[in-house]
């Protein structure tokens, strides 16, 4: 009798790694989720816990949950895009150090950091509206902070965009620090008026000074 269970219950694992092996292809999170890692297809669903899927030469976050009740890191992967990804995230979200393009996709809310820093991004465009932790989005090719969120609660680090050329569009409020050194394009003038529309509860650091 045993055995018996034991048969289908091999034969049932067996079925359902077939069922998401056809679903899914090599390279999405749903596939590396559900065929390589042996797990339950989460695919727009809630997961409570951290999601960890760093190094897996991911192309693609198709297959992932809709929520994540932890932290959902994606960095050091091969994403040119973030479609799939969660809409909501209570914790951290990282897709640093992939080959995005556009944040189009990202999550729409996420409760603490939100890194996207070490990419090819043009543009902020997509990024989440709110950002409870910090947001950092260095070691781009931004050329504006159009796009960025409205509420940032801790610093905003869009330091070493070479082509940034304006700080307008930034955040209307940022909790902690606003990093911008390293943007050899910015002008003094720049930030100075930087408060003019920006609530920054702490300090400037730029190629000028702290202000």
Known sequence: MIRNRFMRDRLYNRRRILSTSNKYQPGEFGYWWTVEEGNEDIEGEEYRGDINCTWKELISLKGAPREVSGDFDC????????EGAPVHVSGDFDCSQNKLISLVGAPK???????????????????????????VCSYNYLRSLKG?????????????????????????????????????????????HLRDYCDIKGKIKSDYGEF
């Open 75 to 82: 960095f050091h992967n091969q994403l040119t895009s973030l």
């Open 109 to 135: 809310e996420v409760g603490g950091t939100f890194y996207c820093a070490d990419n090819q991004l043009d543009s902020l465009e997509g990024a989440p509206r709110e950002v409870g932790g910090r947001f």
């Open 148 to 192: 960025a969120p409205e509420y940032v609660g801790g610093w905003f680090d869009c330091s070493n965009n070479r082509y940034l050329e304006s700080l307008e569009s930034a955040p209307e409020y940022v909790g902690r620090e606003f990093f911008c050194d390293d943007c050899r394009n910015l002008s003094e003038e720049d930030i100075m």
